[in-house]
């Protein structure tokens, strides 16, 4: 399965849930907003969330800092 993520492409295997995503890319989904094809993801619905060939994310990760 092709994504598009942050403008690259990536291939994983299918199926692959948000949260699955997440895990793979070993980034914590608290700290993620997810746009999914330019609709922001409720975090609540990242387990649920399947995705497909084709799809283009925007992953922002929040850092913190001082």
């Known amino acids: 399965m092709q994504l598009k993520i942050n403008g690259d492409d990536r291939i994983f295997t299918a199926?692959?849930?948000v949260e699955q995503l997440l895990l793979n890319l070993?980034?914590?989904s608290e700290?993620?907003?997810v746009e999914l094809n330019?609709?922001?993801l409720d975090p609540h619905?990242?387990?649920e969330t399947l995705l497909s060939s084709g799809d283009?994310?925007?992953l922002i990760q929040f850092?913190?800092?001082g």
């Open 56 to 58: 283009s994310l925007e």
């Open 63 to 65: 850092v913190g800092g």
């Open 15 to 17: 199926p692959l849930t």
């Open 38 to 40: 330019r609709v922001i």
């Open 31 to 33: 700290h993620v907003v």
């Open 45 to 47: 619905h990242f387990t």
């Open 26 to 28: 070993e980034l914590k």
